[in-house]
């Protein structure tokens, strides 16, 4: 599976939350809302979640293995370090 596009929004705001990206895989599946997030130690991604009733987020699409996590994690967080980011911010979140 090859990511075949990565869109990028900047977040407004000074918080540790900086992205939100829509990726596209083999030009034919879309996840939206992956995170770019400033962590103690760099940048990382944050698959889209949700809340349970329990209160607990769950990721509701996630890398299965490993490996590919590092390579969509690398290659999301390189378009974002290239400055490759759509026009205009979303607000950041409440």
């Known amino acids: 599976m090859q990511v075949s596009e990565i869109r990028i929004r ?9 992205a939100y990206v829509t990726v596209t895989f083999d030009s034919c ?4 809302n992956v ?12 698959m889209p979640s949700r809340k349970t009733a329990s209160g607990e ?26 400055g490759h980011v759509e026009s205009g911010t979303v607000p950041a979140e409440d």
């Open 57 to 82: 987020y769950k990721d509701v699409a996630h890398p299965i293995s490993p490996e590919f996590r590092t390579v969509l994690q690398d290659t999301i967080i390189a378009e974002y370090e290239a």
């Open 35 to 46: 995170k770019i997030i400033e962590g103690k130690t760099g940048l990382f991604i944050a």
């Open 29 to 32: 599946f879309v996840v939206h």
């Open 10 to 18: 900047k977040v407004e705001g000074e918080g540790k939350l900086k």
